[in-house]
């Protein structure tokens, strides 16, 4: 399957703001936003382009996309299924996106960004419910209990995620037991819950078109 292999501070500069895809670095003085923030590309810096109309509704997707590490026919499964489903469209698309394994996996603390929480689910080191799942797009549901397996728990990456979740704010949605390194669905998470500057209305009328 495709998938995206270029630096990731491309994707912040395109966008405009920060996506926090590194963990770490995006909080530190070496984010390349801070630097640069300019779209990337030879004319980036001086093509200065007011984006209105179906290019505000197109960024807002390719924004939602790239924070969870979505392809384009993935992403758009999710929203016709959102528009299944009873509820505002676009706070139902958030919600499966949340629900994605790999992005639980970063809430609980156990990745300092989606890419490397991905990546640890597809190595095989999380387990949900006491069963080895490596899909990172496996949709978790209330109840589950999601733990990083036992021969697992000395792989360098979760003490530096753990020193890193520390100091960030539990989803109210999540139960987290970071000393055991594991956590439990406790309830589907709300847009209230979902803090990201994704404006997901504009997803819905792109798609809607």
Do not use: C, M, T
């Given at each position: 399957m495709a998938r995206y292999t270029d630096a990731v501070c491309r994707l912040c500069r395109r966008e405009g703001i920060k996506l926090f895809l590194k963990g770490t670095k995006c909080f530190s003085d070496k984010c390349p936003i801070e630097k640069r923030n300019f779209a990337p590309g030879q004319h980036g810096k001086d093509r200065k382009t007011k984006v209105v109309g179906y290019g505000l509704q197109l960024r807002e997707k390719q924004k939602a996309k790239r924070i969870y590490f979505t392809q384009e026919g993935q992403f758009r499964n999710y929203f016709e299924k959102a528009v299944r489903f009873k509820g505002v469209t676009g706070a139902k698309l958030l919600e499966q996106l949340e629900r994605r394994l790999d992005n639980v996996v970063y809430r609980l603390g156990f990745g300092i960004s989606r890419r490397q929480a991905r990546q640890l689910v597809r190595h095989g080191h999380v387990q949900v419910n006491g069963r080895k799942v490596n899909i990172p797009s496996y949709e978790v549901s209330?109840?589950?209990?999601?733990?990083?397996?036992?021969?697992?728990?000395?792989?360098?990456?979760?003490?530096?995620?753990?020193?890193?979740?520390?100091?960030?704010?539990?989803?109210?949605?999540?139960?987290?037991?970071?000393?055991?390194?594991?956590?439990?669905?406790?309830?589907?998470?709300?847009?209230?819950?979902?803090?990201?500057?994704?404006?997901?209305?504009?997803?819905?009328?792109?798609?809607?078109?």
């Open positions: 209330v109840g589950e209990e999601i733990a990083i397996r036992e021969s697992s728990r000395k792989v360098p990456i979760l003490e530096i995620a753990k020193d890193f979740a520390s100091h960030q704010p539990a989803p109210v949605w999540l139960e987290i037991d970071r000393e055991n390194y594991k956590g439990r669905v406790i309830a589907l998470p709300r847009r209230e819950d979902i803090q990201l500057p994704v404006n997901e209305q504009l997803i819905v009328e792109l798609y809607s078109k």
